[in-house]
């Protein structure tokens, strides 16, 4: 903002300077001369007053004409200054917040892996021992207990993982309409009878790359919440539409390059937040539910999930006007692959397969070797890198598939898996850990011959993955019906 005087106003002043002094000059001359008992109204009387009144008013305006824009000049600068003192705290305060989320989530997903271990010790055993007691037995009423209590810890841990971004995904490219589509039966069920649940899909021929999982588990927190902001109901309205590239909060940012756009947004007309609770509204723990409600973990999740697909993630909120989530992530118009067969099943497992097992946790080891010596598989267990290494140098011994921890204490599982694969070409290698951080090294993606499954898997999650990693890679003469 400039505030100096224009031209015009400064000549004004000087002109309305000069003939004020000299009417100023003039008065006091005439009032002396009739002091003086002189002819007040004598043009000599008149002529020196004027002229010396008029340059003096002249050199007293120019002087605040300078004074004036020297003091605009100064008031401008004193403007600017506190508007980037205003800019710099609120980059000091994103910054902050930005490092602090950081730092949550390098803790949560340092946590994960030693959790999902145990986690993994917990809810098989508990599988496997339903599957030996026999339905009288006293105990067994008490195992599912223990198994559901499992699987409620494991999904907190899972909510750590998707907000840290440390998750393995396999991002696939879909119409998110009809993603969401698929399981609206299931969030009308969820919102009950007293909540309107409606989708509005107006995003056309554009389509998201994301895994369809993360997809699912986006719009079910946030549905969730809005439930719980309407406990006498309401509407919850799932709206996609295309979005302009520049279309967000100011304190999100657009990925670069990306020239379509998707804008998810699911809207309620529920109690709404106040700007306290809006600036905190991401940060996992946070949260407004009673201490048995909630865990705070729904949010921070949807703004992980979002970032780590390049989205970015903002609100609109009154209280008691509701509340509205915006997601906007990069769109594509290519075209949707044709829909994968389904999952082989535990029924036509390629039994006739030698598989090398590696985790230096013994008791997950041996629960996995369990499992996969109860369906028919060979399974060798070497106690050390060095006999593993032995085994895939020995031509007699055949090794159908490698399945391995990805965290270690002597050698990664990724860095032991390549040293397998330099002995034996194409060694499919199935990697099972609860923190796969040295698993993805900034590439989260899996390739043709690399699978992963996250640790607390049950007995037919593996088995489903085995069975269809082996069937891909093993000769059809192999395979048992």
Not at 117 to 130: F, K, P, R, V, Y
Not at 145 to 160: D, F, M, P, S, Y
Not at 337 to 360: F, G, K, R, S, Y
Request: glycine share 8%.
């Amino acid at each position: 903002m400039n505030h100096a005087p224009n031209k015009p106003t400064s000549r004004l002043v000087l002109i309305l300077s000069f003939f004020g002094g000299s009417l100023v000059s003039s008065f006091f001359s005439i009032f002396q001369r009739i002091l003086l008992g002189a002819d007040p109204f004598a043009l000599r009387g008149f002529i020196v007053p004027f002229i010396f009144g008029g340059i003096s008013g002249f050199l007293i305006g120019l002087w605040y004409n300078r004074f004036k824009t020297a003091l605009n000049t100064l008031q401008e600068k004193h403007d600017q200054l506190v508007q980037e003192q205003a800019e710099k705290r609120q980059l000091q305060e994103e910054l902050y917040q930005s490092q602090k989320m950081d730092a949550i989530g390098q803790l949560a997903g340092g946590i994960a892996h030693d959790f999902n271990n145990l986690m993994m010790i917990i809810n098989g055993s508990c599988e496997l021992a339903l599957s030996r007691l026999t339905a009288d037995e006293q105990n067994r009423s008490r195992i599912p207990i223990i198994w559901e209590a499992g699987k409620r810890a494991t999904n907190l841990t899972q909510q750590l993982l998707a907000f840290s971004r440390r998750q393995v995904i396999q991002p696939k490219l879909i119409k998110p309409g009809q993603a969401i589509g698929s399981f609206l039966e299931l969030l009308k069920r969820m919102v009950g009878e007293n909540i309107k649940l409606e989708l509005i899909d107006q995003a056309g021929d554009l389509n998201i790359r994301i895994d369809p999982g993360q997809m699912e588990q986006i719009v079910i927190n946030l549905v969730v919440n809005a439930k719980d902001a309407m406990p006498n109901g309401g509407i919850i309205t799932i709206s996609l539409t295309p979005a302009d590239p520049i279309l967000s909060s100011d304190k999100s940012v657009s990925p670069e390059g990306k020239d379509s756009h998707i804008l998810i947004s699911v809207r309620d007309t529920g109690c709404g937040m106040s700007p306290e609770i809006q600036e905190h509204i991401f940060e996992p723990f946070f949260t407004t539910k009673p201490r048995d409600k909630g865990t705070g973990l729904g949010l921070s999740t949807v703004y992980g999930i979002v970032r780590q697909n390049e989205g970015t993630i903002f609100l609109s909120s009154e209280p008691g006007l509701g509340t509205t989530f915006y997601l906007k992530f990069p769109a594509d118009r290519e075209s949707l692959p044709e829909p994968e067969p389904a999952p082989l099943t535990q029924n036509t497992n390629p039994v006739n397969a030698n598989i090398l097992l590696m985790d230096d946790n013994k008791p997950v080891r041996e629960i996995v070797s369990e499992i996969l010596r109860q369906a028919g598989y060979r399974v060798m267990e070497p106690l050390t890198l060095e006999n593993a290494l032995r085994m895939c140098a020995d031509n007699s011994v055949n090794i159908d598939l490698l399945i391995t921890d990805v965290v270690m204490p002597e050698v990664s599982g990724k860095e032991f898996s390549e040293a397998c694969r330099k002995i034996k070409t194409n060694l499919p290698t199935l990697f099972i850990s609860g923190y796969p951080e040295n698993l993805l090294n900034g590439d989260d993606t899996l390739n043709d011959q690399v699978f992963f499954l996250q640790k607390p898997f049950s007995e037919q999650e593996l088995l489903n993955r085995v069975t269809a990693i082996l069937s891909e890679n093993l000769p059809s003469s192999r395979i048992s019906g």
